[in-house]
Every structure is written in structure tokens, then in C-alpha cells.
């Protein structure tokens, strides 16, 4: 009723049901209805449109152009510049190549208002700590105090207090889009003269420089900002979220910190925060930072159709990510994702996460279609097709996964941006065993997108891998060409490690890895290197130096725990486990690593230290499956202890418990073989019978299958 009052203009409707349904928004606009009646309302000629996937900032553009009567495609553009969404940047140029003159500003009711009087309508982009959406402001209603707003998502028209746009935003923010003719571009920049228009344009010169570039390009573009602005807070903002990105964690946070003091309530720098705390890879702190924030008070807002009651999806999926990696809590994490997805049944994100939990909890059917939601859901997301492919792939239905990528590749492959889908098929293919079937679909994409750094970056690996090294070197010398540092990085590692060539992969490494200091799988390729060219000993010091840099990161952690191996310091490990499950309880990993330890002291002792190590496994395998009771690990840990102990029968049975959740992994094979050694031939016929229903019902290339028949033919 308050919304039909609205439409009517009734305000005597509006104040009874204002009231009745307690309205913040509407309260403003009774409000200055009493104090401007007279005001006028402008609502400049715009085209209605409605968006497709992804293509909220084209439709906008498309509508708001309209208004000054240049007429674009919004289809056009988004096919050019749209996948998973539209950089800004992107459009901007899109635009400006067919003649227009495109300003990015930071919008507030001043530059709003008057671009508006000026006949000008602009595409403001609303920043929510989840998503950002673009919509077209054509319109001013002064009585109202309202901006008039072209919401492609929505059918009719909306509007949002002209003197709230600003808030909440942040120091880089609402970002607006004013696109003209060039003839009209003079009197815009005199209308932006005070919309700190420099701060952002750097701010969208920055996003580009991180998508085609690297950071290191992106830190020139914050440098010269900072020299132009260096006490605006969208410098300072921008400052932070570079020294995070550059592995400057104690920076980024202090910046990010004192920014959320001034922006308390800003989504995007409270987003930038999170990422921050996330990039310090300490599982117990971002579980703890996560429950904060989702115990927190409802964020506010200024959109009259927002939603005020629940917390952002994004933060409620990762606390429950967390949540379901111990058996303790996944109750809750099933428990909030349930909720979420009843509230937001098109969150990707919730879908992709349960997926995972039900997939723990071997609810094959369940997992599978919630990753197959998930990935319609945000078709661009290359990690959500990746896990229904691979989770098809392990029920058995190999043919059925690469034919999901196959058809993500029709359907999306041919937008520029789009090497992605391309990308995952052709792993799957060659992951899968068809290296044929791998090489044409590598071909096609280069056909397609010759000038996609990151296609370049994987071909020149797979084609080195299949033996083209003409072909190779081709696409790297391509690659360095277009100059993505990155990327090139990381290709010329692979490129040259396969080669022999050491020295060259191990510069390559150390520049891939400074320039991404948070990619582990740099820093674990890097260590691999160093270890064949100078040895164990030097792998290890350079991974205990990076633990030292990052204390508490779990995965530089897991690094150095593996390179102490051999070095004959193994109480280096038991210090860095009892370290990390004193600091975080719920660290699966930690105690599996703990109970294997001591399950190996156990079957090198003798009788009296045995008797010893005896309830301290009893109580490490308590662990285990209290956080995670259903993993292989935990699987196997138990089938030791009855090894160990002498019960092969029963280890046995443990062992191929083992085998049925991982039928791909040969040491669960090996310690079988092995208990059966004290049984007869016979008994010893009846595993080998066991093993070959195993191995026939295996989806997908026997990797070991030289292995298994070696150890067969041993005995």
C-alpha cells in the first residue's frame, strides 16, 4: 500500500503507511516533501532496458545514452568488453573508440544534481560487499530529495535520497560514468571540476593495469596518483590495497584499518579489509574475523528496495567454507548455508560451498547437483565447472564432465575475454587421458584468442608437456610480446624446467614470486627447482626464511614442513605442529600430520616406549575424528594403528575402506599388500581378487598401473 501511495503521489497515504511500515527511506522523502513542495521533477528521456546476465553496465550506458540521443547496442558491447561482468574501464574505451567522450567521477548530491539540470545522465555503480551493480540516474526530484534511477534489473523506475548517495560508500566512491559527445566534453569537465574526477580515473587506470598488466604496472599507476593526491583517501585506499597485494600484509591492514575508522560503514573498504586479513593465510584468524563479522549489526543502506536483514551472502558462504572443514562445526556451516540459500537461492557461491560439504559427508547425488547449480548459476566461474567436472569424473561419469566443458566452451568461448573455458577443457582432456582430443582444442583456442595472456601462458606449458617445443617457445616468445609479466613468469618457469634449463626456470621463479608473493603454487615450484640445482638444504632454509616473513600463514607452513624432511631436525616438525593446533583447535591437517608422526615412532619402537606412545595416538586419533572423521587421511591413520598393532585382518579391511573413497591412490593398495603377507595363498588370491574390482571400476587412466603390477609380481 505504501508503494501504490508512492506511485500515486497520495501523501497522505504515504504518512499513514510510513508509519505502519516503519520506513527510514520514506520518512526522508515526507520530510522534504513538507520543506520543497514546489520542487520540481526532471526526468530526462531515457530508454528503458532490461539486463542480461553480467550486462548490468552496458544496459546502462544504453539507457542513458538514449537521453542524449545517441543510441548504442547494449548486446554490442556487452559481447566486446562483458564476461563475469564489465570492467568499467573497459566500456570507458569501448566508447571512446566510437567517438564519445567518457569521465569517471566520485558522485555525490552537488555533481549529481547538477549534471542532471545539465541535461546530462550518468551511470552510477552501487558497491555492496558481495557485488557491485550499475544502474542509469536520469532523473531529479527536487520535492522528493530523490535521484530518479533506470535500474536494469527492475521493471519500473526507482529512486534513492539524493543526499545519502554518497554515504556508506568510501573514499573511491559511488563511482559515476558520464559519457558525451565530444562537443558537449568541455562543459562536463567544468561540472567535474570539484568531483575529484583524477582520483577516479586513476582509480579505474589502476583496475587495468591489474587486469592486462600485472601489479607491477598497477604500482606505477598508484605512485603517480599519490604525487597528484597524496592526501585524498582514495590514495590512501588504493595504497593499502597495493601493499597487500605485494605481500605487505602489516601495511595493508594498518591502512586498511584506519580507513574503516573513517568509512565505518563503507562495503568496499570493509571488503578490502577481509582480503587483507585473508591474504595473512591464518585459517584461525580469518575464522574468528568471519564470525565477527557475521555477528555484527545489519549493514545500513540508502536504496529504498534494499535489503536490510541478513548479512552480505559472500561472508556467510566463506564462514561456513571454514566452518565445514571440522567435523565440530559443519552442523553450522549446513545450518547457514540452508538458510542462505533459502533467502538467496541463486547464490552460486552457497551452492558451490555445500557442494563441497555434502561432498565430505559422501552425499555423492547432493554434491553433485549443488555443483552443477553453482556453476550455471555463475557460468564465467571456472573453479565452480572445474569441481562439477572433476566430481563427475570420481562417480564414474568422465565423458559426462568434459562434455559440461565442452558445452561452456560453445556457449561462451567466443566472447574475447572468455580463454577460461577454454583453459579448463583442454586440462580436462589432457587430465583425462586424451591428449589428441587436447592438442585440437589447444589449437582452436589460439585460433580464437592469440592474444590472451593467460591462454598463452597455458599453452605454452601444455604444448611443452606434449612434446611441441617449436610450438611451445612460439606462444612463449607471444606471450612476451604482449608483455604480462605474470604470466609470462609463470610459463617461462614450466617452459624452461622441462628443458633442463635450471638456472633460467629459477630467475624466472624468484620474479614470478615476488611479483605475486600470496601464489603458493610460485613459491612451491620455486622450492622444487632450488632443491634439484643446490639441494634439500637450501630449499628448506628459503622456506623456513618465508615461514619466519609470514608467522601463523598455514600453507608457507605446510611448505617448510615438508623441506625439513631428510634434513634430520624432524623436531622442527612436532614444534610446528603442536605451534599451529594450539593456535588454531580445528586444524584437520595439523593433527593427521601429529598421529602419523607418532604412529611411525610406535612401529620403530620397542616394547617399553611403545607402551608409552600407546594413549598418546589413542588421544591424537581422538582428534582426527572429532575435525574430520570421514577424510581418507583419517581413514588411513586408522588402518596404520591396526597395522602397527598386528591386527592385518582387520587392517585390511581398513586398508580397503581406504581404497574404495580413493581408488586412485596407490599407497592404500601397498599397505594392503603388505598386511596380507602373513596369509597363505589362498587369502593372499582373495586381495588380489579385491583389488582388480577396485581397479576395473576405476573412472579414468590407471596412473599406476606399472606400480601395482611391479608389486604383484614382487611376491
Known amino acids: 500500500r505504501l508503494d501504490?501511495?508512492?506511485?500515486?503521489?497520495?501523501?497522505?497515504?504515504?504518512?499513514?503507511?510510513?508509519?505502519?511500515?516503519?520506513?527510514?527511506?520514506?520518512?526522508?522523502?515526507?520530510?522534504?516533501?513538507?520543506?520543497?513542495?514546489?520542487?520540481?521533477?526532471?526526468?530526462?528521456?531515457?530508454?528503458r532496458a532490461k539486463q542480461k546476465?553480467?550486462?548490468?553496465?552496458?544496459?546502462?550506458?544504453?539507457?542513458?545514452?538514449?537521453?542524449?540521443?545517441?543510441?548504442?547496442?547494449?548486446?554490442?558491447?556487452?559481447?566486446?568488453?562483458?564476461?563475469?561482468?564489465?570492467?568499467?574501464w573497459a566500456a570507458a574505451e569501448w566508447l571512446e573508440k566510437r567517438g564519445q567522450a567518457a569521465r569517471f567521477f566520485i558522485v555525490n548530491s552537488d555533481i549529481a544534481a547538477n549534471l542532471i539540470h545539465n541535461g546530462i545522465p550518468f551511470v552510477l555503480t552501487l558497491t555492496e560487499d558481495d557485488s557491485a551493480h550499475a544502474v542509469a540516474a536520469v532523473g531529479l526530484d527536487e520535492a522528493a530529495g530523490t535521484l530518479l534511477i533506470h535500474d536494469p534489473a527492475q521493471q519500473r523506475l526507482s529512486a534513492c535520497l539524493l543526499k545519502e548517495v554518497q554515504r556508506n560508500e568510501g573514499p573511491l566512491g559511488p563511482v559515476g560514468l558520464?559519457?558525451?559527445?565530444?562537443?558537449?566534453?568541455?562543459?562536463?569537465?567544468?561540472?567535474?571540476?570539484?568531483?575529484?574526477?583524477?582520483?577516479?580515473?586513476?582509480?579505474?587506470?589502476?583496475?587495468?593495469a591489474q587486469d592486462t598488466d600485472g601489479p607491477a604496472a598497477a604500482r606505477q599507476v598508484v605512485d603517480e596518483l599519490a604525487r597528484q593526491h597524496p592526501l585524498h583517501a582514495g590514495t590512501r585506499c588504493l595504497q593499502a590495497i597495493q601493499a597487500c597485494q605485494e605481500g605487505?600484509?602489516?601495511?595493508?591492514?594498518?591502512?586498511?584499518?584506519?580507513?574503516?575508522?573513517?568509512?565505518?560503514?563503507?562495503?568496499?573498504?570493509?571488503?578490502?579489509?577481509?582480503?587483507?586479513?585473508?591474504?595473512v593465510g591464518n585459517l584461525a584468524l580469518m575464522r574468528q574475523v568471519l564470525g565477527d563479522v557475521m555477528e555484527r549489526a545489519v549493514l545500513p543502506g540508502i536504496d529504498s528496495a534494499q535489503e536490510w536483514c541478513h548479512p552480505p551472502a559472500t561472508y556467510v558462504c566463506q564462514y561456513a567454507d571454514h566452518l565445514r572443514l571440522s567435523a565440530a562445526s559443519r552442523q553450522k556451516s549446513r545450518a547457514l548455508l540452508n538458510s542462505l540459500i533459502d533467502r538467496q537461492g541463486a547464490?552460486?557461491?552457497?551452492?558451490?560451498?555445500?557442494?563441497?560439504?555434502?561432498?565430505?559427508?559422501?552425499?555423492?547425488?547432493?554434491?553433485l547437483l549443488s555443483y552443477r547449480l553453482a556453476s550455471c548459476l555463475e557460468s564465467h566461474n571456472e573453479h565452480y565447472a572445474?569441481?562439477?567436472?572433476?566430481?563427475?569424473?570420481?562417480?564414474?561419469?568422465?565423458?559426462?564432465?568434459?562434455?559440461?566443458?565442452?558445452?561452456?566452451?560453445?556457449?561462451?568461448?567466443?566472447?574475447?575475454?572468455?580463454?577460461?573455458?577454454?583453459i579448463s577443457w583442454i586440462g580436462a582432456l589432457e587430465s583425462c587421458g586424451h591428449p589428441e582430443r587436447a592438442l585440437a582444442a589447444c589449437q582452436e583456442a589460439l585460433e580464437q584468442h592469440s592474444g590472451s595472456p593467460e591462454l598463452l601462458a597455458f599453452a605454452t606449458s601444455f604444448l611443452a608437456r606434449m612434446g611441441h617445443w617449436e610450438q611451445s617457445e612460439t606462444q612463449l616468445r607471444r606471450l612476451e610480446a604482449i608483455g604480462h609479466s605474470p604470466f609470462y613468469c609463470e610459463a617461462a618457469v614450466a617452459f624452461h624446467r622441462m628443458r633442463g634449463e635450471l638456472d633460467a626456470a629459477i630467475g624466472y621463479g624468484r620474479e614470478w614470486s615476488q611479483q605475486f608473493p600470496h601464489s603458493i603454487s610460485a613459491r612451491m615450484q620455486l622450492l622444487d627447482l632450488i632443491a634439484k640445482r643446490d639441494g634439500a638444504r637450501a630449499a628448506a632454509d628459503l622456506a623456513k626464511r618465508w615461514s619466519a616473513e609470514r608467522p601463523g600463514h598455514d600453507q608457507i607452513e605446510q611448505l617448510y614442513y615438508f623441506r625439513i624432511e631428510g634434513q634430520g631436525e624432524s623436531w622442527k616438525k612436532d614444534l610446528l605442529l603442536a605451534r599451529r593446533v594450539k593456535r588454531n583447535p580445528e586444524d584437520a591437517w595439523a593433527w593427521l600430520q601429529l598421529a602419523v608422526r607418532r604412529l611411525i615412532d610406535y612401529n620403530r619402537a620397542g616394547k617399553q616406549k611403545r607402551e608409552k606412545l600407546h594413549p598418546r595416538i589413542v588421544a591424537l586419533l581422538g582428534q582426527c575424528d572429532h575435525t574430520a572423521?570421514?577424510?581418507?587421511?583419517?581413514?588411513?591413520?586408522?588402518?596404520?594403528?591396526?597395522?602397527?598393532?598386528?591386527?592385518?585382518r582387520e587392517a585390511i579391511a581398513a586398508w580397503f575402506e581406504v581404497i574404495d573413497e580413493e581408488p586412485w591412490n596407490f599407497y592404500g593398495y601397498q599397505r594392503a599388500w603388505e598386511c596380507c603377507a602373513r596369509f597363505d595363498d589362498v587369502e593372499r588370491h582373495r586381495v588380489v581378487e579385491q583389488f582388480e574390482r577396485f581397479l576395473l571400476n576405476f573412472p579414468g587412466p590407471l596412473s599406476f598401473a606399472r606400480s601395482m603390477v611391479l608389486l604383484l609380481a614382487d611376491r
Open 178 to 208: 558520464a559519457v558525451v559527445s565530444p562537443e558537449t566534453a568541455p562543459l562536463l569537465d567544468i561540472l567535474l571540476a570539484n568531483a575529484d574526477s583524477g582520483v577516479a580515473a586513476a582509480f579505474q587506470h589502476w583496475q587495468k
Open 629 to 648: 572423521p570421514q577424510a581418507p587421511a583419517t581413514r588411513q591413520a586408522h588402518a596404520l594403528w591396526l597395522e602397527f598393532r598386528g591386527f592385518w
Open 4 to 47: 501504490v501511495a508512492e506511485l500515486l503521489d497520495d501523501h497522505e497515504e504515504m504518512e499513514r503507511w510510513t508509519e505502519e511500515v516503519g520506513s527510514p527511506f520514506h520518512r526522508r522523502v515526507l520530510e522534504n516533501l513538507r520543506k520543497n513542495p514546489q520542487g520540481r521533477r526532471i526526468r530526462l528521456p531515457f530508454r
Open 248 to 279: 605487505r600484509n602489516s601495511e595493508a591492514l594498518a591502512g586498511l584499518q584506519k580507513l574503516l575508522d573513517e568509512f565505518p560503514n563503507s562495503p568496499f573498504v570493509r571488503r578490502s579489509l577481509l582480503s587483507a586479513c585473508a591474504s
Open 386 to 422: 572445474l569441481a562439477y567436472q572433476t566430481a563427475l569424473r570420481a562417480c564414474g561419469r568422465e565423458e559426462a564432465g568434459l562434455t559440461w566443458l565442452s558445452s561452456r566452451v560453445h556457449k561462451l568461448g567466443a566472447s574475447p575475454r572468455a580463454s577460461g573455458p577454454w
Open 347 to 367: 547464490c552460486a557461491e552457497a551452492w558451490r560451498v555445500l557442494g563441497d560439504l555434502l561432498w565430505q559427508e559422501h552425499d555423492r547425488n547432493g554434491s
Open 53 to 88: 546476465h553480467s550486462a548490468c553496465l552496458p544496459t546502462s550506458l544504453a539507457s542513458a545514452l538514449a537521453a542524449t540521443g545517441v543510441h548504442i547496442e547494449a548486446d554490442a558491447m556487452a559481447a566486446e568488453v562483458t564476461y563475469g561482468g564489465t570492467p568499467a
